[in-house]
């Protein structure tokens, strides 16, 4: 399964709730606390993590796409 993730920045609060739930996907910019995102298709193992990560955000900044496809 292929998932695609994006973040909505101007949503964004800066909360860091997703960095701490999947750190391999997500980071925050030292100047402004604003996430961004390390890996737009991250691999299966951290499909759990991405999705616990969007549930977290107070802001529901994070998009996550199921595209169906190959593991």
Partial sequence: MLLQ???D????????????AAPEVFDQRDDDG???????????DEHER???AALLCPAAAILVRDR???P
């Fill in 34 to 44: 604003v996430v961004i995102l390390l890996d737009a298709n991250p691999p299966g």
């Fill in 68 to 70: 169906g496809g190959a």
């Fill in 9 to 20: 920045e101007p949503r964004c609060v800066a909360a860091g709730h997703c960095v701490v």
């Fill in 50 to 52: 991405v999705r616990e």
């Fill in 5 to 7: 993730v994006e973040i």
